[in-house]
């Protein structure tokens, strides 16, 4: 079964950036390829929620409340799925978590962003 291991979480002021990880094993890359990528966050006491993902046809699909600010990427060759977020604010507060094929899927252990005012 495929693993996801997310990474890059951390601490930072509101306005910073910070770069997420999620390096996949036990997957060719056809099957990387394939897949439909992305992150999804759960702040506290909230429920699980989209921030980014490919769409089964290649492009990428945004929450509203990251548009502009985050940037989903991946490395097909190395089979690495990436989220750039950059001027962060405390609402992103919340472990972000890497997914593949949807909720249905399959999910990463997760990596804490805290984002401090």
């Known amino acids: 079964q495929a693993q996801l291991v997310e990474s890059g979480g951390g601490l930072v002021q509101a306005g910073g950036s910070l770069k997420l990880t999620c390096k996949t094993s036990?997957?060719?890359?056809?099957?990387?390829?394939?897949?439909?990528m992305g992150w999804y966050r759960q702040a506290p006491e909230k429920e699980r929620e989209l921030v980014a993902t490919?769409?089964?046809?290649?492009?990428?699909n945004y929450a509203d409340s990251v548009k502009g600010r985050f940037t989903l990427s991946r490395d097909n060759s190395r089979k690495i799925l990436y989220l750039q977020m950059n001027n962060l604010q405390p609402d992103d507060t919340g472990v972000y978590y890497c997914?593949?094929?949807?909720?249905?899927?399959?999910w990463g252990q997760g990596t804490q962003v805290t984002v401090s005012s």
């Open positions: 036990r997957m060719i890359t056809s099957t990387f390829v394939s897949s439909v």
């Open positions: 997914n593949r094929n949807g909720p249905l899927g399959s």
């Open positions: 490919y769409t089964s046809d290649g492009r990428t």
